[in-house]
C-alpha cells in the first residue's frame, strides 16, 4: 500500500471523470474500473478487482461503494476517503441542479428523447460489466452455472437477490466453486 | 446490499402530470436530522432491493413523497450519470431542505456502508489469501455476474422485440445496435469509457430525437 499524495490525485482525477461517464448507476462504471486499476495502473490484481466487487456486493450499501474499497487498496484510509468523494462528489452537483431544473421541465419533448437515447446505452455497459466480472473470476464449470442459476432464477422467479448470494457463497465455502 | 438487480432498471415513459387539486394540509417534511437517519437504514438495510425499500420508507410509511413524485425522480436518477441511489439522496434531500437536506441525505448513505467497507478491507487485507474466502468470493462474484445479466435481458427485451418488427422503418434497428457497439467496444475491446460514450450519446440521443420527430 503506497500513500503517497500522487496516488490520491491520481485516484481523485480518475474517478472524478469516470463518475460522469457512469450512466446507469455505479455498475456502468466497472469495465473502466478494472481498465485503469487493473489494466494501466496495475493498482490490483485480476483477482483482488473481482474480490473487491464480490466483497462491495456483499457489504450493505449502494452498488459504488467497491471505489471506496480501490481507494483503500490503493492508499489507505485517505485513499478510501478520497475516491468516494470524487465519486460521489460530481455526480451529487449535477444532480442537484438537475433535480432543481427538472421540476420546470417534466413533460418537455427533450425528456423523453433524452431518456430513449440513453437506454441502449445503459444496456451495452451492464452487458459489458457483466462480461467483465466474468472474465475477471476465477471461473469453473460450477462458477459458470451459478452465473446461470442466478440469472435465471432473477428473470422468471421472485426470489430475493440475497439468496443467491447466501447459495453462491455456500457452494464456494463447501469447496465446489 | 447493493445488487446490480436493482440498478439501471428501465424507467417508464413519464405520464403527464395530472392535474391534482393542491392537498389540503401540507405534507410532512423530515428533518435534516432524519434525512440523515433515513438514508443511513436505506444503505444499511436495502439487501439487494435498495429501491423497493426506499418506496416503501417514504412514500408508504412517512409518506413524504407521493408515488408519482418518487417514480418521477427515480427515473431522472437513472439516467443520471453515478450511483442511482447517490443521486436520489441529493434530489430528495434537496427537495425536503435544500443543500444542506442534500449533504445530510449523502452522508446517511455513504457514512456508514464506507466505514463498514474500509473495515472489510482491512480484514481483506490480512486474510484475502484464505483459500476458503477466496472460494466464497469466487461464488458471489457468479452470483452477482448473474445478476447483472438478468437485468440486461429485462431491459434488453422490449428494446429488441419492438425494433426488430420493422427493422428498417424509422432506423429501427439502430437502436439495438448503439447497445451492441457499446457491449463489444467497452466490455469485449476495453476501450475507455469516455472515449466511447462522447461518441455514443449523441448519436444514440439524435436517433431517438429523430425517430420522436418522425412520429408526429
Redesign the interface.
Known sequence: MKSESGSLVTLAAFFAVTSLFAIGGGNAAIPEMHRYAVDIQHWLSDRQFADSFALAQLTPGPNLIIVTLIGYHVAGIPGAVVTTLAMCGPTSVLAFFVGRASQRFTGAAWHGALGRGLIPVMIGLTAASATVIVSVADYSWVAAAITLATAAIALFMRVHPLWAFAVAALLGLAGLV | ?????D??A??P??P??APTAPPAVEPPRPTIAELFAVFAAI????????LAWARRMMVERRRWFTAEQFN??F?????????????FA??FG??MRG?LG?IAA?AG??G???I???M???I??HY?DLP?L???????????????????????RP?FANQFKNPFKNWGAI??L??????VT???L?W???LV?LV??PL??????R??AMRR
Open positions: 446490499m447493493s445488487s446490480p438487480a440498478a439501471p428501465v424507467p415513459a413519464a403527464p402530470p444503505s444499511l438495510s436495502g439487501f439487494g432491493g435498495v418521477e425522480a427515473a431522472l436518477c437513472a439516467f443520471l450519470p453515478g450511483g442511482n441511489m447517490v443521486n441529493v434530489i434537496t427537495r443543500p442534500a449523502l448513505l455513504l456508514p456502508p464506507m463498514l467497507i474500509t472489510v478491507g482491512a481483506y487485507a484475502g476458503a477466496r472460494r466464497v468470493l469466487t461464488g458471489v462474484a457468479a452470483a452477482a455476474a448473474g445478476l447483472m445479466l438478468a437485468t440486461v435481458a429485462k431491459m434488453a428494446l437502436t439495438p448503439i447497445a451492441i457497439v457499446t457491449f467497452i466490455g469485449i476495453h475507455p469509457l469516455p460514450l455514443i450519446v444514440s440521443i439524435g436517433v431517438a430525437f425517430n420522436q
